[in-house]
């Protein structure tokens, strides 16, 4: 279990293809149809692909680059939303770029929020090897670009340096595996 005080927001964060939404997917009980933020226990549960799908069929006039700009406005306020009514929001955003991250860290300070990482650790391998069973594969320059950033990332976090977030916490695919819940709390930070 991992735990975080109430009104946190925890973005969940990998490489394309780590298995975020399929650990969000389980852990929640999402089916991966929906369009919109699902509340479940404690928390809101934000995944990027729920406003790629709100959005389906609805852009086809727009290039990819305005399409892709539109889904990620929208995944961005409806994080901002959760926040502004003081929800715990666990989020998945395959992005971990340093501007990314700081706009995150931002909008939690904004709102009175914790800004916390949980980092999925799959090896490029196999987060490929996801890309392609779920039948969505990033091109080969954007996922060099998102395994930079990436590496950048965790030797930053292995370092002991979280920043922008007051915390984060590395698990790798096995511990994902065994991960029971995100547990949003008034007691605090603890991890068992």
Known sequence: MVQYPSGSLVILTGLPGAGKTTLLQR?????GAESAPVARDTAVVIDSSQSRRHWDGRLTWAPYPVRRAVVFVTHVNRIRRALARGESVVAHNRGCGPYVLRGFAWLARRHGAGFHLLLLDAPPDVALAGQRAR???????TFARHRRRWEGLMTRVKGGDPAPAIGARIVD???ANLLEAIVFDATGSTIR
């Open 27 to 31: 852990l929640y009980g999402l089916h």
């Open 135 to 141: 039948g969505r594969v990033v091109a080969p320059r």
């Open 173 to 175: 695919r096995a511990e």
